[in-house]
Each structure stands twice: as C-alpha cells, then as structure tokens.
C-alpha cells in the first residue's frame, strides 16, 4: 500500500508542475479552459491545409487551418460537448468529438492535451474504407487528471475498386445521305503490348475490325457512300474498353502495393504495443519485489 500510495502521490505533483508551467505565473487563472493541440499527418509527415471546425450543437463556433507543422489550435470552455470536423480535398473527412465536462477542482486550471492523427488520401477510381469509423473520442480521465483518449485511436486504410458505370445508351446517327463526303473513317493508333491474353484477343479483334472496316469504306467511296456510323460506333466502343482494362490493371497494381504498406504498418504497431506492455510489466514486477524485500 505504501508504494501504490507513493505513485498517486509522485503523480500528483508531476501533474502539479505541469499545470504550474503551463500556466505561467499564476496557477489560478481568471479564465480557465482546455487547450486542444491535433498534430494531421500523412504516412508520418505532417499535412498542412486541413480545415478544422469546432461545433456545439449543431452550430459552427470557431474555424482553424492546420499549418506547415500540421498542427491546429484551439482554447474550448469546460463543461461543453463539442466536436471538430476535420476535411482537406483528396483525403478522407474524420471527426473529433470532445466532451470537455471536468470536476469542479479541476475547473481553475488550464488542462493542455495534445494528439496525433493519421489522415488517409483518397484515390481516384477507387472507394476508400477505413477500418474503423472515422470518429475520434476525447474527454477527462480521472485517473490521469487531464484529458485522453478512454480508447486508443489507430486506423488503417484498403482500397477497393469503384463499380464501373454501365455504358450509355448509343446516340442515333445520321443516315448515310446526310454524312458528307469530307467525312474520314476513324483509325485506331497503335496500341502498346497487351498485358494479358484477353486484351491481345480484343487487340486482334480491334485491327481485323479496322482492315474490314477500311476495305468497305474504299468501297463505298468508290460508289459515293460512306461507312456505316454504326459500325464506327461500335469500333470506338472496342477501342475505349481496351484502355479502360489497362487502366484497371494499371491501378490494381498500385493499390495492391498500398494494401500491403497498411498491413505492414499495423503488424509493426502491434509488435511495438507488446513490447511495450511487456516492458511494463517488468518494471511493475521489479518495483512490486522491491516494496516487499523493504517491508516484508
């Protein structure tokens, strides 16, 4: 009991002194309040232009800009709940909610507490799913006399791919009398090594499209017609699906890499946690063997 009793004890005056610093000269300040510090970074460097703005219900009370260090400000009266929403264009939006209520003897000082959070971007093409929701808690933690987090916030981030949009109904063309002659038929530039057997079959299919394509149009040249507007449709449609499946194979690379960063870093953080709580442990253990060799 008497260690445990010199803990509490040690920690209170630890506190005490943090108070007293922050606070300057006076230790009872005429207005008191909770002076809240977010550090937004972006795989471990800090993201400046990250508006924040704190709201009480419902209702916008003061905006802020993270700057180049990443970091935002603001001084929130106690005994309030309010939340911070987070957004920048191209990352995805999370929210701080912060209940500020503290017991009365704690009502006379200014509690500072500062955090550090993850923002995830955002990819084009693709959906962007969290692991956890986006929503960060925040309020006074008796046992550690200031202000924190009751859960750890630790997020990750997967990429899964955008549902591709069904094609558009094809626009009617005109007949063949009101097409003049000016028109030329469209060829499809060479394309760069397919990347998988069913883009070089829909390759194949493209050119024989185009040499049969071109014969009729000499044809019918020859007889004063011009090619069929359906069939150039049809071409042109050949031709963007095979782009777009370059692009999707394109991108799944990219994101695939992405996923496998996440998954790593969140087996390192896991490691780092054990080791970090075994190391607690010990020194817990250590310091409980010595209290009892003192007063056996």
């Not at 309030?80 to 939006?93: D, H, Q």
């Not at 149009?217 to 042109?236: L, M, S």
């Not at 010990?282 to 310091?287: K, P, Q």
Request: glycine letters at 4%; charged letters at 30%; hydrophobic letters at 35%.
């Amino acid at each position: 009991m008497g260690f445990i009793h010199n803990i509490q004890l040690l920690r209170k005056v630890a506190l005490l002194l943090v108070l007293i610093t922050g606070l300057g000269t006076s230790a009872f300040p005429a207005e008191s309040y909770l002076e809240f510090t977010a550090v937004m970074v972006v795989d471990d460097q800090p993201l400046a232009g990250v508006s924040a703005n704190l709201m009480r219900s419902g209702k916008s009370v003061e905006k802020a800009t993270s700057g180049s260090d990443g970091s935002f400000n603001f001084h929130i009266p106690y005994d309030g709940v309010y939340s911070i929403e987070l957004t920048k264009a191209g990352y995805v939006g999370m929210t701080i909610e912060l209940n500020t209520t503290v017991p009365a003897s704690m009502k006379k000082y200014i509690l500072i507490y500062k955090t550090t959070l993850d923002v995830f971007p955002e990819k084009d093409g693709y959906i962007a799913r969290l692991r956890r929701p986006a929503v960060v808690k925040v309020n006074y933690i008796r046992s550690k006399e200031n202000f924190g987090m009751p859960v750890p916030y630790e997020n990750s981030v997967s990429y899964v791919l955008k549902p591709k949009e069904e094609n558009p109904p094809l626009i009617k063309t005109e007949s063949k009398e009101e097409i003049t002659k000016e028109t030329k038929p469209i060829h499809i530039e060479s394309e760069t090594p397919p990347i998988s057997d069913e883009e070089a079959q829909i390759k194949k299919e493209t050119e024989e499209l185009n040499k049969a394509s071109d014969l009729k149009f000499q044809r019918a040249a020859a007889a004063g017609n011009q090619e069929d507007p359906k069939e150039r449709v049809i071409r042109e449609e050949v031709k963007e699906n095979v782009v777009d499946q370059r692009k999707v194979a394109e991108d799944k690379e990219s994101v695939d890499k992405i996923n496998q960063t996440n998954v790593k870093k969140e087996l390192e953080s896991r490691q780092a946690k054990a080791r970090v709580t075994r190391r607690w442990r010990e020194e817990l253990s250590e310091a409980v063997n010595k209290e009892k060799q003192k007063n056996p």
